[in-house]
């Protein structure tokens, strides 16, 4: 019976050691973002990424700041303008963590969004990144329905997407009339 209450102890106490290292860890990467020193808490939030990755129990185990490690570090990609990496970093998160925060598709969808308007994307690639984009911000909002800057990003990509498919697909009117021959405009009217 002792030697039983004395594992359990030793195992509680590891644990807890454990998990205080862990948010200490979170913490100092969130001071360097706060010190100024982003490219160092771009690595430190991915060198704690990577570390949840590896050891997929920790992340079921300690889901909050698993959520708050990929948050910072989502957050940080996307202020670097790193859009790619974004989405590279998010989908990967999608796939390989179980529930994953909304926030990953909060931030996911921005990217895909700033990709649309980026300017290099040729127009059908534009209008798959916005459809992306509101996927993304759907499904968050599913997982976090009180969130009003995930609501407001999605109204506004849907508002955006029925903009452009309506100035793209033409009206049935449009595509049962023939096109009119050209004909000679009638002549200016004089006035005097």
């Known amino acids: 019976m002792r030697f039983g209450l004395w ?14 290292a862990m948010t200490q860890r979170i913490e100092r990467a969130a001071a360097l973002y ?5 490219d160092d808490a771009v690595e430190a ?16 185990l300690l889901p909050a700041e698993r959520d708050r490690v ?20 998010g989908e990967a998160a999608l796939l390989e963590h179980p529930g994953p925060a909304p926030v990953v598709s909060y931030w996911l969808g921005n990217a895909y969004y700033r990709k649309a308007l980026g300017g290099q994307a040729e127009e059908e690639d534009a209008l798959a990144w916005l ?19 995930l609501k407001y990003n999605h109204e506004m990509v849907q508002t955006l997407l029925r903009k452009l498919d309506s100035q793209t697909e033409p009206s049935s009117f449009d595509i049962l009339r023939p ?14």
């Open 7 to 20: 594992l359990a102890w030793v195992v509680v106490f590891a644990a807890l050691a454990a998990y205080g």
């Open 34 to 38: 706060w010190d100024g020193s982003t």
């Open 45 to 60: 939030f991915q060198a704690l990424d990577a570390r949840f990755r590896r050891h997929p129990w920790m992340a079921r």
């Open 70 to 89: 990929l948050d910072n570090y989502l957050r940080l990609l996307y202020l670097d303008q790193e859009y790619d990496r974004v989405i590279v970093e």
């Open 131 to 149: 459809r992306r984009a509101g996927d993304q911000y759907e499904q968050a909002i599913v997982q976090s329905s009180d969130d009003w800057d």
């Open 179 to 192: 096109d009119d021959k050209p004909s000679p405009q009638p002549p200016a009217r004089r006035i005097g």
